[in-house]
């Protein structure tokens, strides 16, 4: 058998028999920690061993503290468990008789480590006995699986019985999330009901085409599901009509392009290196290979846009299409502007706010929809939903919309993440969302006066929405040591090229760091401080490896402050 075994320091004495002892039986022993004899706290060995045998990776499990209780408690928290107590062999007998159960507990301090070879021996030998015993654990199995069901994300435990390898998987990147400061300026953190949607059986179901209007049948639940997202988008966004089919942001752009332009049309969009994004006509996209893809970039000096120009390029090149929106632009657009330019050389003007949904959903930032022709977007950025694309567009365009999207582009839709997309759009309509979108704001104008502070530059030496392009060269670092560095210190972020940069796009001068995600934890200006002062501490001893656990201790501490998905 597999034997998974744990102990704090007051069952280290035994384990360390046990292990010895049932490895002559010939067992196979998991040594599950605490690693050496020193203090250590009895949940964390607990847990171990539960889930090793919970998940199917070992048989039984072995648990030694003072007393056994503790052990006992803690393991019998994860689901699958059934952890006993035993002070000799004939309760030990019992147990797996009756109880059918897997993790045994033993006392430290009132088993010699020789008593607990003999009580380990007495369970390891007896087994289940089922029959009315078996009605019995059913009923505890059947209240547990109920009870985890309610208590959300951070369980998977359909996952962990049938794939326990990604369910590791899972585990572990929910620690990562729950352990680190995310300052990706893209990511976020999606709330329960978003999650569940996500996961729910409306991915079972085929529906090509429109609410109404699919080539399947047995479409009249999700149509409601579509008809409530598509309804709930032209409402926060006060849109005319709106696509929620999209897989994605780029395919919301390759559904806008082919909606209006042929192969070979021109399009104009901000240059990836100034903060534009792939789809807006870099070359290596399908926005460079399809088209014609020309770029303005942002001034020297003031490194913003600069309209004019925008104007007079618009008018020598004739564009089919007019692109706004980027991934690394920190300020707001004059869209009154583009709409005017796009008149001037009859091109249709495309607004990509995919990173800004959030904040024009929170009205703490201006709208493109009024302007636009048509507004791409993705859902999961500031906007907090499930990853996915929206388009929201003008009346008359719709039709060219739909049709490209779908047979165009995208075969059947997804139900589950549409319908997420509309409980997404549903929590953007409550007031706790403009709180958010405000005090996302907030938190990139403290974040952006501390770090100007400690002498970083901050490209357009600020921001107007929630992300901050920080050059890190005056303080001697290029973006990719910054995001290294970050990194050793829990900070997670992205390398950025700054305008007019003068190193390598895989070097760079600089990070890109956003406030969405932090303050979905729930932190404010007083911790974006403490988090600019982390930066500067890094930095000053970027080669003292025990500073460094030091900074990365802290920013955990800061994680454990603003607890993410709570059990
Ligand atoms: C993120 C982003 C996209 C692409 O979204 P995906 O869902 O990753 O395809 C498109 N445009 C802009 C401006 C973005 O920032």
Redesign the pocket.
């Known amino acids: 058998m597999i034997i998974a075994i744990g102990s704090d320091h007051r069952g280290y004495p035994h384990r360390d028999r046990l292990r010895v002892a049932l490895a002559a039986s010939g067992h196979e022993v998991v040594d599950c920690g605490a690693p050496g004899p020193g203090p250590a706290d009895y949940p964390h060995p607990a847990f171990a061993v539960g889930e090793r045998v919970a998940g199917g990776a070992a048989d039984l499990g072995i648990l030694i503290c003072g007393s056994g209780i503790g052990v006992a408690i803690a393991a019998n928290k994860v689901a699958g468990v059934r952890a006993a107590l035993c002070l000799d062999p004939e309760a030990a007998t019992m147990t797996r008789r009756h109880n059918d159960s897997n993790v045994l507990c033993l006392s430290g301090d009132r088993t010699t480590p020789d008593a607990a070879v003999a009580i380990a021996e007495a369970y390891l030998a007896a087994s289940f006995e089922g029959g009315r015993h078996a009605r019995r654990v059913d009923q505890i199995t059947e209240y547990e699986s109920k009870h985890h069901q309610e208590r959300g994300p951070a369980m998977y435990d359909a996952v962990r019985q049938t794939d326990p390898e990604i369910a590791a998987v899972l585990a572990a990147e929910l620690g990562r999330q729950r352990s680190q400061l995310e300052m990706i300026a893209?990511e976020n953190f999606t709330s329960r009901a978003v999650l569940e949607t996500m996961g729910s059986v409306l991915t079972n179901k085929y529906a090509e085409g429109y609410p109404g209007k699919r080539y399947y049948g047995g479409c009249v639940h999700v149509d409601e599901a579509e008809t409530l997202a598509k309804d709930r988008a032209c409402l926060l966004f006060e849109a005319e009509r709106a696509n929620v089919q999209p897989?994605?942001?780029?395919?919301?752009?390759l559904t806008a392009y082919l909606a209006f332009c042929k192969p070979g049309d021109k399009i104009l969009g901000l240059s990836l290196s100034h903060g534009?994004?792939?789809?807006?006509g870099h070359p290596v996209n399908f926005s460079g290979l399809f088209f014609e893809a020309i770029h303005y970039e942002v001034e020297r000096g003031s490194e913003t846009i600069d309209y004019d120009r925008m104007r007079d390029q618009a008018k020598r090149e004739r564009p089919r299409l007019l692109v706004g929106?980027?991934?690394?632009y920190p300020r707001t657009w004059d869209y009154a502007a583009m709409r005017s330019i796009a008149d001037e050389v009859g091109a249709i003007f495309v607004f990509?706010?995919?990173?800004i949904a959030g904040l024009v959903a929170g009205k703490v930032h201006p709208s493109p929809v009024p302007f636009a022709d048509v507004v791409?977007?993705?859902t999961?950025?500031t906007l907090r939903g499930p990853?996915?694309?929206l388009i929201v567009c003008k009346k008359d365009h719709l039709k060219a919309i739909n049709k490209m999207n779908f047979p165009g582009i995208q075969g059947g839709p997804l139900m589950h993440m549409i319908a997420a997309k509309a409980v997404c759009f549903h929590e953007c309509l409550q007031p706790a969302f403009r709180t958010y979108a405000q005090r996302t704001l907030d938190n990139a104008q403290a974040l952006a006066a501390a770090l100007i502070a400690k002498g970083f530059r901050l490209a357009s030496g600020g921001t107007d929405n929630h992300l901050l392009l920080v050059n890190c060269k005056p303080r001697g670092l290029t973006g990719k040591e910054m995001e290294e560095l970050l990194e050793r210190v829990g900070i997670t972020c992205n390398k950025n090229t700054v305008p007019f940069d003068e190193e390598s796009p895989v070097v760079t001068s600089g990070v890109r760091l956003g406030t969405p995600a932090l303050t979905t934890r729930g932190m404010g200006p007083a911790e974006m401080r403490r988090i600019a002062d982390l930066m500067d501490r890094a930095v000053a001893s970027r080669t003292d490896d025990a500073a460094l656990a030091n900074l990365r201790a802290e920013s955990e501490e800061l994680c454990r402050a603003f607890p993410l998905y709570p059990e």
């Open positions: 893209s897989h994605s942001g780029s395919t919301a752009n534009g994004h792939l789809t807006h929106g980027a991934s690394a990509d706010m995919a990173h791409t977007s993705t999961h950025k990853r996915g694309g």
